[in-house]
């Protein structure tokens, strides 16, 4: 079964940024949507972007503009940039591997904005 290792999170300042990182094994990565959602507390887990196979990305309006989703089939990892952070982007953050009627989650990587 395919898993899932999501790195990159921390503390960092409004207005500053991080890159997020989701290891994949066990899968075959390059045919898979890839996608990384985020859950604060007390909130639903909900989407931020996801990257089609082809290269297709699709983004939550709360971040257009601020994040970018990659993916690097070599390396069966997929990344989030996110710059200009702000306060309400904390949330633990989770990659997903999605595939026809199969979706694995990563465990998250929490991701503080704070001064």
């Known amino acids: 079964q395919v898993q899932l290792v999501e790195s990159g999170g921390g503390l960092v300042q409004p207005g500053g940024s991080l890159r997020l990182s989701c290891a994949a094994s066990g899968g075959i990565f390059s045919i898979n949507t890839m996608g990384w959602y985020r859950q604060a507390p007390g909130n639903e887990r909900e989407l931020v972007a996801t990257?089609?196979?082809?290269?297709?990305?699709n983004y939550a309006d709360s971040v257009k503009g601020r994040f970018t989703i990659s993916r690097d089939d070599a390396k069966n990892t997929a990344y989030l940039q996110m710059n200009s952070l702000k306060p309400e982007d904390t949330a633990v953050y989770y990659c997903?591997?999605?595939?026809?009627?199969?979706?694995?989650w990563g465990q998250g990587t929490l991701v503080t904005v704070s001064s």
């Open positions: 990257i089609a196979s082809g290269g297709r990305t």
């Open positions: 997903q591997w999605a595939y026809g009627n199969l979706e694995v």
